[in-house]
């Protein structure tokens, strides 16, 4: 008789000890989340067809390690552990939060949202029923409403996500999330943290500037006193920069290696939705939780992308014309970038990747600041909060990588990078002039029912199409 929750599990690299003695945990983890057995075999189906699980070990042992602390974090408060939240936008306040694990192993650190984006909806495909209650009994229907906080909101309320003993919540670029902190806080009576930036900035006051990075930093500082009376012990500036340590100059190095691999390819070696999984799994790690053990996979998995770049294999043909997209594939909806890939489109670059640069000499240097000024400067240099910095990134892109064409997506539910698009547009034109293949497709990151499946592919397979076209004619006109 077929056992899917075992099947699921192998998918994940489980050992057979591992799947003994987790089973009944990770039986546990689908009652809590309304996941069942037939969801345990359409996961396992998805993982092979969008994933790569069924040839690459490193994307099991990625999934799994993924599958692993979604268990925990679902299961944290049932087997008595303090829990520390990073709940969604923000991404690297989960390294930050990390560090509690000097000085308490057993504290559960994650981002739940984040988490049950990449399990539950790309994976499992069933993240309605969370998103449903949200609607019918926190926030107006139709309005455009983030999925983010649909998330947070009704994954707490089905009691998939247990309460936080300390919850952070941002208002750097995202008005919404911190009204949703204050729905959990006085709903579900959890112990919430604000971050908050400079709004008011000056007219030409630079991204990043000391008055920003200091205010930012001072709403730090406050965080990491939180943290210390949750753990009930000090958490230090040496803990916070150890942790950052190991999250920013080894482990997203690490990625870094593999993003390259992706963007130089031919052909492409890993599908667009493994990327886009590992990436955010990666942007969201904790730092010293879990290390190892991510190390480990992405060692694996460089090598075997290494070895089929070597071999020549891929999962286009070779020569596919190669586009950026701009900013992320939905989280739950891996079906999105397959079409293109399907198509003989080599979706190879997201639009920060020339910014991402790890300079280890600057970035030792940069260690030496304070944790929470570190920390602070870190959050406002991220590319994607400044449209002219977005712009120039494609622009970038396009000319070292002899890109084919460019992908623009309007996340219109997000307050930031859903409403820059025609400006990033308008932008590329002005540079690249107006014979680039360019698409603007409306679209959601978290939520894919707030698009039309049929429209999408259609305007995708267009842009294909429209992608190709232009190739074959450079090619023509060249020779």
Request: glycine share 8%; with cysteine; hydrophobic share 40%.
């Amino acid at each position: 008789m077929r056992n899917s929750y075992k099947e699921f599990m192998e998918i994940c690299d489980y050992t057979e000890k591992e799947i003994q003695k987790e089973m009944p945990r990770v039986k546990r983890f689908f009652e809590k989340t309304g996941l069942n057995e037939e969801d345990a075999k359409r996961g396992k189906d998805r993982l092979i067809n969008y994933y790569q699980c069924g040839e690459l070990r490193g994307m099991r042992m990625h999934i799994g390690a993924l599958m692993k602390w979604t268990v925990d974090i679902v299961l944290a408060k049932e087997e008595g552990k303090k829990t520390m939240w990073n709940e969604l936008p923000q991404g690297m306040n989960s390294a930050y939060l990390g560090a509690v694990h000097f000085v308490d192993s057993n504290i559960v650190v994650g981002s739940p949202g984040l988490n049950f984006f990449n399990i539950l909806g790309g994976v499992f495909g069933k993240l309605d029923h969370m998103w449903t209650w949200a609607e019918e009994n926190f926030f107006t229907q139709g309005v455009a409403h983030c999925a983010c906080n649909f998330t947070v909101a009704g994954g707490r309320a089905l009691g998939a996500i247990p309460p936080g003993d300390l919850t952070i919540m941002q208002g750097i670029y995202c008005d919404e999330a911190p009204k949703t902190g204050e729905l959990i806080e006085h709903v579900f009576g959890e112990r919430v943290f604000y971050i908050n930036r400079c709004q008011d900035e000056y007219l030409f006051e630079p991204p990043g500037g000391e008055r920003q990075v200091a205010y930012l930093a001072g709403a730090y500082e406050l965080l990491q006193q939180e943290m210390s009376k949750v753990a009930g012990a000090e958490i230090t500036d040496e803990m916070v920069k150890q942790n950052l340590m190991n999250y920013y100059l080894v482990e997203q190095a690490k990625i870094k290696e593999i993003e390259d691999l992706r963007v130089m390819s031919d052909p492409q070696v890993l599908r667009v939705q493994a990327w886009n999984l590992l990436w955010i799994f990666h942007v969201f790690s904790p730092g010293k939780p879990g290390f190892e053990e991510r190390m480990e996979a992405l060692q694996v998995l460089y090598d075997e992308l290494k070895g089929m770049v070597d071999r020549g294999e891929g999962i286009t043909e070779k020569g596919a014309p190669k586009i950026i997209y701009a900013p992320m594939l939905p989280f739950v909806d891996p079906e999105y970038g397959k079409v293109l890939e399907d198509a003989g489109i080599n979706v190879c670059c997201n639009e920060v990747y020339s910014t991402q640069v790890v300079n280890v000499e600057q970035s030792m240097a940069f260690m030496a600041l304070p944790a929470p000024m570190l920390f602070a400067s870190m959050w406002l240099s991220v590319p994607l909060l400044y449209v002219h910095t977005r712009g120039d990134s494609i622009v970038q892109n396009y000319k070292q990588l002899e890109i084919d064409g460019i992908l623009l997506l309007a996340h219109y539910a997000c307050r930031i990078i859903g409403s820059d698009m025609i400006m990033v547009k308008e932008f590329v034109r002005k540079e690249l002039g107006p014979d680039v293949p360019l698409a603007v497709l409306d679209y959601d990151i978290y939520d894919n029912r707030y698009y039309n499946h049929e429209q999408a592919r259609t305007r995708l397979e267009s842009f294909a199409e429209m992608v190709k076209s232009a190739k074959q004619s450079r090619a023509k006109f060249a020779a």
